[in-house]
Structures are given as structure tokens and as C-alpha cells.
């Protein structure tokens, strides 16, 4: 079971541990994940079909900016992305986890995708040791049965699209209660079904407008009733640049200010395309609030 220790004041915590196979990992920081999209509309690697060098100078740079693992999904999901079949998605996984496991056989993978199938292959044939699904297992009712048989640390992300064309599922007048509610449901079933390791993401942006992602952060520690660490995903989002009217290129410093939020409020993970930015601001956070 995923462990939080909080200490002195509510916001404090610092320490908790994941299981990624026979090793009990613990942490005793926030950290920091880094982004690996390999698609064609990707901050990390632009790219219409991935090369394993652009992969890996990728991966290079987010490891040596301070990444503790690294996030690799063949399926964007912001809104207005093209479809993408499962088999193009798997191409692109297959040419991004080979190239890393060729080069780095111990880091921490994560794969973002919603389906089972996916998760699977990405588990059995490149021993990835999260998988971080944007659909909380909406999308498809294996995924819990994969997690729980591999016996993974997976991501439970809330969102309001009841599908990958993204419609949206009708919103509740309290978007925090909404979310709440939703963790608890869900954290009954994937511990039911013995799956002991979850990460929550309140999924800023996923089907939220932007005052409704505003009021999940500020009221973020809420969820650290739950007792699981909270992943924070905001880099580049449209909550940052649609209120400063910039692009999403333009919203590193806007990223910056959020994710320093963000730990104020309990996050324990940083998602982020900028890994040095995003560093420097855990550094920071921690010489204000010394363990």
C-alpha cells in the first residue's frame, strides 16, 4: 500500500514508498516526472515518426535535468487530437520503450495510455513500471485486471470524457466533491481487486473548465485524505495560456508558477515537458519548507 507521512503542519508530508516489482522504493521528496509524447504534436520529441536517436537525446536530457522517471505515451489527448488506432499507438511505444530499455535498463517508466492492451505489452515486454491511464479505467474495464495480474503502480487520473473523442459526462455543481468522490469509488475497486500502489491526478484540464481547475488546485490537499501521493499534471496546459492569452510554447514561466502551487498544496509528483525548470522549482520548494 502507498504510504504518506505527514508531518508539523497539514501541507508537510515526506515520505512514501512504491513497489515496482520485488523493490520497495522510497521517497523522501517530490518528483519529478518527465514527459516523453511521441507524437506528432509533442513538446518532447517533434516528430511524425519517431527515430531512436531522437528518443534518446530526449531521454538524455530530461535524466541528466533531474527527471526521476519518465512518461512515454503514442496518444495525445488534448482537445482536438486525431484518433489513433491501437496499433499506430503500440508502433510508437515499441520504437520509444526499445530505445530506453536498450540504453537504461533500471530507470522509471511510465506509459500513458488508456488501453489494456497497450499496458500489457508495455509491462511484459519492457518490464515499464507504471501505467498512467487519462481515462481512470473508464475507457476500458480490463485495465484494473492488467495493473492488479502485473502487480504495477497505476496512475488513477479523473476525467469528464467518457471516451477518447473526449464527450463529456455531465458535471457536478462542486468539481472538488466530484473528484473526491470519484477516488474514493475507484480506489474501493482497484483495492478490492488488489492493486496496491496508486498514484491520484486530479486531471487539470480533463473536461474542467479553468476556474474549475483553479479551484482544484487551491483545494488540492484535500485529497491527501486518500492516502495516496497526488501527481500534478499542468505543463503547457490550457488553464495557463488560455487566461494569459499565449500559446502553449509560451507557457513555461506560467508552469513554473503553477507546479510551485501545486507542491504548496501537497503535490508529490511534478508532470512536466520542461524537467530543469520544474528541478529547480522542487529545490527551491524545499529550502522554504525544510524537512
Same mark, same amino acid.
Given at each position: 500500500m502507498s504510504e504518506l507521512l505527514y508531518l508539523c503542519e497539514p501541507k508537510f508530508w515526506y515520505m512514501y514508498s512504491l513497489r515496482f516489482g520485488n523493490r520497495l522504493v522510497e521517497f523522501s521528496s517530490p518528483l519529478v516526472m518527465g514527459i516523453l509524447n511521441v507524437t506528432p504534436d509533442s513538446f518532447s520529441v517533434h516528430c511524425s515518426s519517431c527515430k531512436e536517436a531522437e528518443v534518446l537525446a530526449s531521454v538524455s536530457a530530461m535524466l541528466q535535468a533531474g527527471a526521476d522517471m519518465i512518461d512515454v505515451g503514442g496518444?495525445?489527448?488534448?482537445?482536438?487530437?486525431?484518433? $489513433?488506432?491501437?496499433?499506430?499507438? #503500440? %508502433? &510508437?511505444?515499441? $520504437?520509444?520503450? &526499445? *530505445? /530506453? &530499455?536498450?540504453? #537504461?535498463?533500471?530507470? $522509471?517508466? %511510465? $506509459?500513458?495510455?488508456? &488501453?489494456?492492451? /497497450? *499496458?500489457r505489452k508495455a509491462i511484459d515486454q519492457y518490464e515499464v513500471q507504471i501505467i498512467n491511464d487519462v481515462s481512470g479505467g473508464l475507457w476500458d474495464d480490463r485495465m484494473y485486471e492488467i495493473v492488479s495480474r502485473a502487480r504495477v503502480p497505476y496512475i488513477l487520473t479523473h476525467t469528464r470524457w467518457v471516451s477518447p473523442s473526449q464527450e463529456l459526462a455531465p458535471a457536478e455543481d462542486n468539481v472538488v466533491s466530484e473528484v473526491l468522490h470519484f477516488f474514493d469509488e475507484r480506489l474501493d475497486m482497484l483495492h478490492r481487486m488488489g492493486v496496491a500502489d496508486v498514484i491520484i491526478d486530479p486531471g487539470f484540464g480533463l473536461g474542467k473548465s479553468v476556474e474549475e481547475s483553479y479551484t482544484l488546485l487551491r483545494e488540492m490537499d484535500v485529497f491527501r485524505t486518500l492516502h495516496c501521493p497526488i501527481l500534478a499534471g499542468m505543463s503547457r496546459k490550457s488553464m495557463l495560456f488560455k487566461p494569459l492569452g499565449i500559446t502553449p510554447a509560451e507557457a513555461l514561466n506560467a508552469t513554473t508558477a503553477v507546479n510551485m502551487l501545486a507542491l504548496s498544496h501537497g503535490a508529490d509528483i511534478l508532470r512536466v515537458h520542461d524537467v530543469r525548470e520544474a528541478r529547480q522549482t522542487v529545490t527551491l520548494y524545499q529550502l522554504t519548507y525544510p524537512v
Amino acid at each position: 500500500m502507498s504510504e504518506l507521512l505527514y508531518l508539523c503542519e497539514p501541507k508537510f508530508w515526506y515520505m512514501y514508498s512504491l513497489r515496482f516489482g520485488n523493490r520497495l522504493v522510497e521517497f523522501s521528496s517530490p518528483l519529478v516526472m518527465g514527459i516523453l509524447n511521441v507524437t506528432p504534436d509533442s513538446f518532447s520529441v517533434h516528430c511524425s515518426s519517431c527515430k531512436e536517436a531522437e528518443v534518446l537525446a530526449s531521454v538524455s536530457a530530461m535524466l541528466q535535468a533531474g527527471a526521476d522517471m519518465i512518461d512515454v505515451g503514442g496518444y495525445s489527448t488534448r482537445p482536438g487530437a486525431a484518433f $489513433v488506432s491501437e496499433e499506430e499507438e #503500440w %508502433s &510508437r511505444l515499441d $520504437v520509444a520503450l &526499445r *530505445a /530506453i &530499455r536498450k540504453t #537504461w535498463q533500471d530507470v $522509471v517508466i %511510465s $506509459v500513458d495510455t488508456f &488501453r489494456s492492451t /497497450i *499496458a500489457r505489452k508495455a509491462i511484459d515486454q519492457y518490464e515499464v513500471q507504471i501505467i498512467n491511464d487519462v481515462s481512470g479505467g473508464l475507457w476500458d474495464d480490463r485495465m484494473y485486471e492488467i495493473v492488479s495480474r502485473a502487480r504495477v503502480p497505476y496512475i488513477l487520473t479523473h476525467t469528464r470524457w467518457v471516451s477518447p473523442s473526449q464527450e463529456l459526462a455531465p458535471a457536478e455543481d462542486n468539481v472538488v466533491s466530484e473528484v473526491l468522490h470519484f477516488f474514493d469509488e475507484r480506489l474501493d475497486m482497484l483495492h478490492r481487486m488488489g492493486v496496491a500502489d496508486v498514484i491520484i491526478d486530479p486531471g487539470f484540464g480533463l473536461g474542467k473548465s479553468v476556474e474549475e481547475s483553479y479551484t482544484l488546485l487551491r483545494e488540492m490537499d484535500v485529497f491527501r485524505t486518500l492516502h495516496c501521493p497526488i501527481l500534478a499534471g499542468m505543463s503547457r496546459k490550457s488553464m495557463l495560456f488560455k487566461p494569459l492569452g499565449i500559446t502553449p510554447a509560451e507557457a513555461l514561466n506560467a508552469t513554473t508558477a503553477v507546479n510551485m502551487l501545486a507542491l504548496s498544496h501537497g503535490a508529490d509528483i511534478l508532470r512536466v515537458h520542461d524537467v530543469r525548470e520544474a528541478r529547480q522549482t522542487v529545490t527551491l520548494y524545499q529550502l522554504t519548507y525544510p524537512v
